[in-house]
């Protein structure tokens, strides 16, 4: 196998995600490693019933931009993404 072949493989590979929202609820996607996350983002808050500007997406304590893909973020098989709801305002003391 060439150079070019081993790189597109690796492009079309599948993997599976999880997201786990605060409750513990887990939701699985199998998506390709070149597929950019806002695409999973869009799914899953459509999924919820919920707007996706209202929910962060986090994979080990930092946020995942939604250009970024589970390539670039080099995830793994079955790895986890946290889902948050959004914070805005309130009062600090």
Sequence with gaps: MSDNEKAADEGNE???IR???QTGEETFFKIKKTTKMQ???ETYASRKGI???SIRFMLDGERILPDA???MLEMDDQDQIDCMLEQTG???F
């Design 14 to 16: 599948t993997i599976t």
């Design 19 to 21: 997201i786990r929202d």
């Design 39 to 41: 695409k999973v983002f």
């Design 51 to 53: 707007q996706s500007s």
């Design 69 to 71: 893909t589970p390539k």
């Design 90 to 92: 309130g009062r600090s």
